[in-house]
Structure formats: C-alpha cells, structure tokens
C-alpha cells in the first residue's frame, strides 16, 4: 500500500506551489492567535477569565499590522498566490481592514456581557475568531471554492454563537433559526455553483479561463442562468435581502446583542464582499441575469424592511429591520455593476457603505447595550429620558440615529449619497425609478429612526428611575471608535472615498459596451 | 448518455430536499432533507467532473462533504439543545419570537 502511494507519487510531477508568507500574514496570525487562545483558555482559573477578551483584542490588532504593512507595500500591484485563485489587491486589504475592526469593537461590546452572564467566555472568542478569519479569507477569494469554504468558516461559528445563552429557549429559538436557513442557503448556493462548474467547467473566476470571461449575455446557457440565481438567492440569504430575510428579525432579537451586532455588520458586510467579488469579477457581463433580480431584491429589501420596522416596539427588533432596510440600500448600485457607466462608482458605493454602515450600526447596538444594563429592557419606551441622566449616551444615540437616516453631516449621508451617484450614473429609466423607491424609503426610514430620538429627548423617564449610567470602559471605548468613525466620515469624505476603486480589484473583466 | 442520468437524479434529490425542508416540521427530518441537497450537489460535481474530465468538481465535492459534516454536528447539537429545554424538536413550537 505505502509502496503504491510512494511510486505514485514519484511519478507525479508535484512540487509544491511557491507562497507568498507576507501576502497571508494576517490568515496567519489568526490561525495561531485562534490556537493560542483555546490553549491558554484551558489552563485558566475562572476568576481570570477576563483576559481572553484583552488577548483576542490583541490578536486581531496584530492581524491588522501586516494589513497595514502590505497596503503600503502592494502600490498597485495585486499579489497573487495559488494560480491567482487567493489574490491580496487593495480591494481585499480595505474589506480585511473592516473586518478586523469590527472584530475589536465587537470584542470591546461582548466582554462585560459575557463576563455578567458567566457564559463561556474562552469558547466564545475563538469561534469568534473563527468567524472572522472566514471573513479575512472571503475578501481574497477569487474561486468557488474558496469562497464556499470562507462563507461555512464564518458561518458555521456563528449559528453556535447565536445559542450562546445556552438556557434560554429565545436564544435557543435563535441559533436553529439561524443554522436551518444558513445551510439551506448555502445548499442551494452550493447547488447553482455545481452548475456553473458543470457549464463551464472551472471554478476560478478570473483569468481567460475563468466564469468572468465565459459567462457572457446572449450566449448562457440555461444551466448557467439557473446556476447564477442559485448562488445569488444563496447569498441573498446571508444579507438578509427580502425576501429571503424572514430568519433575522428572530435570529437579532434571540441571539445575545453583542452577537446581534456582529451578525448584522460583519457577517452581512462578509454577504456583501462575497457578492461583490462575484458580481465583479465572475458574472460581471451576465448583468441580463443578476441585474433585474437584484434591482428587485433591492427595491424590496430597502421597503420591506422599512415599512415592517416602523410597527416595531422592541430596539433590537427595530434595529433588525432597519439593517435589513440598510442591506437594500447597499444592494442597490450592485444591480447596476455591469453597466460601463456605473460600475466604478457602484463599486465604491457599496464599500463605502460598508464601512460607515459599520461604524454606525456597532455605535447603536452599543448604546443599546449600554443602556439595558441598567433598564434589563428592550424596549423602545425604557430610552424615555435618557438625556436626562446619561446625555453622553442619548447624543451619542443621536449620532447613530441620524447618520442611520442620512443627516449631513454625519457618515451615512455620504453613503447615501454615493449609492445614490452609482445608481443615477447609470442614466436608464430603471435605474430612476430605483433611485426614486430609495428616495421615498429614505423618508420613510427617518420616521422611526427620529422617534427612538423623540423616545431619548422629549419623554419622561418611564420607571421615575434616574440614577446615572456609568457603562464600562470597554463600552466606553466601543462607542468612542464608533462616534469618531461615524462623523469623521461624515466631515472629512476624502478620507474614505478612495476606497474600492474598480482598478483596485484585481483580475476584473472589461465589460461589455 | 451514463452522465445525464445522474444529472436528473441529482436534480430530484435536490428538489425532495427543497420540499422537505419547506414542508417538514421536525427538525431531525429537516436536517436530513438538508443532507439530501448537499448530496445532490456532491452528485452534480462529480457527473460534471466526470462530463469535463477534469478533477476540480471531485475536489470540490470532498471539500462539501467534509463541510456537511461539521455544519451536521453543529445542527445535531444544536436540537439536542432544544429538545433538552422543551422536550420537543418540532419547529412549529419554536414561536416565542413574533412580529
């Protein structure tokens, strides 16, 4: 037996694939930060269990550092590594760089509530690093594959995440609700991938062999145009797109709110990045296909989420449309990403997006927590008065509000703005009348984002309880990055614009005219 | 043609699975009907491999089984959870979360 593997693999002509190390530092540093962190976990009293939080912190910090290192180094130049199936260009680097900060601000939320609870604390963060190294990978994934086993290591972390209150049957509720639509999800994903692996006969998706190059209007085949909606419909599911969205609502409120937090900004900007380099890169002139499904989803998502959040008396629940609501909005100049007109610009709407939507949806969930440490509620009418005995908070919370609705000058109106600009740079009806529907919705949306507003300023303390809310510093950190992030955006546009520009994204197709 | 057969038999695999997990409301059977879609896929990538003559779809097809297994673990876990809360796998009781 081992004679007949060894002759074959003599006769093999193998030799291992030359790897850029510095290219997969930060994969790297995660995977040993993740086995460093279990292993020191073990052999750790309970009463100092706070550490892992400060250690996890740490590791993601220093993941960022050869973020950091190989943005000054790349100059333009993508780095390829396994036949140009794992690509490292700035694209990559800026999604990376939004994952790892979101990772830290969303440690920085979880730790007291973890430490209050007596939940696992050491389990929890290596799944969470789990989950983020899945997303690092995702933003470099130039194949199918890569991209199947980077969405499962993010998400399998997760469904466990969302039960973490192992004794209470809401949070329980939320962790099956969660795993059953994930995996349906990501069978029917894997389902149409199989086809468009049966049609064309490659899983990468650049390079003159690759789905970016074969997959051209007019000429697909009917294989390929099922295979193309089956894996859109999949990641539909990711970013909660209506209607495919009927998992969140439940999934945000069961789950514990740090949780939340991290499900609706990094595991649906990780949806995001993945249709992204998909659309991009791999169907990039089949916009006959995905462009009307996702101009619908997007319509949809944008006013379903909107008109469902408006009735809603809970904050988490509120703020679980409302990221469904926001998911439209980004989605919206993806629809447009084969148009030669509007693609550059769609692209960097929807970063841009991402990373203020971060900013401001982390900043809000941590008000949110901050404040139920006191109240032990979760509802919208226990933030009556909170300017009255935490101002810090209520303006903080105003910050969020408005720039969630789009005031200038706050992040979220350029974000606006720019998903706007993509959409209008495409000059066809269809295109106006989205534009019109995202107007519309942008109304709609300021209604209940100002009455959680009116909630904070105008109305009296519901329980008569005013003693001030000292929340932890890490708290206090959390909403400090997030205010900063929020309205430096806001300010200071430059700062952010630059980023995803259409030549930054290695292996891109020339579009059709 | 030996390939197209498969093809077929992968499709109403995964459409069994579809009904299944629309349809059944105990969570045992909705994790098997799951199972049923991830294998139609292993079916696909295979005929397709065997159809392209190449090995990227066999590749694949391991990569999804050895995924299925870990996502399967995690699901099985996940309805022991519940079943030792409430006594019950049906998703239908799984309802405290409204609106």
Redesign the interface.
């Known amino acids: 037996m081992i004679g007949m593997i060894s002759s074959l693999l003599a006769q093999a002509d193998w030799s291992s694939p030359p790897i850029d190390w510095h290219a997969i530092a930060p994969e790297l540093i995660l995977v040993i930060g993740i086995n460093v962190v279990l292993l020191i976990d073990l052999n750790l009293a309970e009463s100092k269990k706070w550490m892992i939080a400060t250690l996890t912190g740490i590791v993601m910090l220093l993941a960022f550092i050869p973020v950091v290192t190989l943005g000054l180094e790349l100059d333009g130049v993508p780095r390829e590594l396994f036949d140009g199936r794992y690509v490292i260009d700035e694209y990559a680097l800026v999604l990376k760089a939004l994952f790892l900060l979101v990772g830290y601000v969303v440690v920085l939320m979880s730790q007291n509530a973890l430490e209050d609870g007596g939940y696992y604390q050491g389990e929890f963060y290596v799944l969470m690093l789990c989950s983020i190294l899945g997303m690092v990978m995702m933003a470099s994934s130039r194949d ?2 890569s991209i ?2 980077a969405l ?1 290591l993010l998400s ?1 972390p997760g ?2 995440m969302a ?1 973490w209150k ?2 209470s ?2 949070s ?6 969660y ?2 639509m994930g ?2 999800a ?3 994903m ?2 149409g ?3 468009l ?2 049609a064309t ?3 990468a998706l650049t390079g003159e062999e690759g789905l970016g190059a074969l997959l051209t209007d007019g000429s697909l085949s009917g294989l390929e145009v099922i295979g193309i909606v089956f894996v859109l419909a999949g990641f539909a599911f990711k970013i909660s797109a209506v209607p495919f969205h009927s998992w969140a ?2 999934t945000y ?2 789950a514990p709110t740090p949780v939340t937090a991290f499900f609706s900004v990094a595991s649906k900007a990780a949806g995001f990045t993945a249709l992204m380099t998909l659309v991009f890169l791999a169907f990039p002139n089949a916009s006959d296909v995905y462009g009307p499904m996702l101009w619908v989803l997007a319509a949809l998502t944008m006013t379903v989420g909107n008109v469902l959040a408006l ?2 008396t ?1 904050i988490v ?1 509120m703020l679980a449309y409302s990221s469904i609501s926001q998911g439209g909005f980004i989605l919206m100049p993806l629809a447009y990403a084969g148009d030669v007109d509007a693609g550059g610009s769609a692209l960097n709407a929807v970063v841009v997006y991402l990373l203020v939507y971060a900013f401001m949806n982390l900043g809000a969930f941590a008000v949110v927590i901050a404040v139920s440490r006191k109240t032990q509620s979760g509802e919208i009418s226990s933030f009556g008065g909170l300017f009255n005995y935490a101002p810090g908070l209520a303006v903080a919370m105003t910050v969020f509000m408005a720039s969630l609705a789009g005031i200038p000058p706050l992040g979220g109106w350029f974000a606006k703005f720019n998903a706007f600009k993509a959409v209008l740079d495409a000059d066809t009806t269809s295109a106006y009348v989205l534009a019109c529907i995202a107007a519309v919705n942008t109304v709609i949306s300021a209604a209940y984002y100002f009455r959680v507003l009116r909630t904070v300023w105008v109305d009296d303390v519901p329980d008569g309880n005013t003693a001030p809310i000292n929340p932890p510093s890490p708290i206090i950190a959390a909403l400090g990055i997030t205010v900063i992030g929020t309205i430096a955006v806001g300010v200071y546009p430059r700062l952010v614009a630059g980023f995803g520009n259409l030549s930054d994204l290695a292996g891109t197709v020339p579009l059709l005219g | 043609m030996l390939a197209a057969n498969f093809l077929l038999l992968a499709a109403v695999l995964f459409c069994i699975g579809v009904f299944g997990v629309i349809a059944r409301r105990n969570a045992v059977m909705v994790l098997m009907s799951i199972e049923l879609v991830l294998n139609s896929v292993n079916l696909n990538l295979v005929a397709f491999a065997l159809m392209n003559d190449d090995v990227d779809g066999q590749v694949f097809a391991l990569f999804v089984i050895a995924i299925a297994a870990a996502e399967v673990g995690v699901g099985l876990a996940m309805v022991l959870l519940i079943y030792r809360n409430r006594r019950s796998i049906s998703l239908d009781e799984l309802s405290e979360l409204k609106g």
Do not use: C, H, W
Not at chain 1, 172 to 177: F, P, S, T
């Open positions: 199918l594959i199947f086993v499962e399998i469904y466990m039960a192992k004794r049957s809401v329980n509720e939320a962790g099956v609700k795993y059953l995996v349906f990501s069978g029917i894997l389902f991938m199989s086809y692996y049966g006969g490659t899983t609502p439940d409120e069961g009735r809603q809970n629940r």
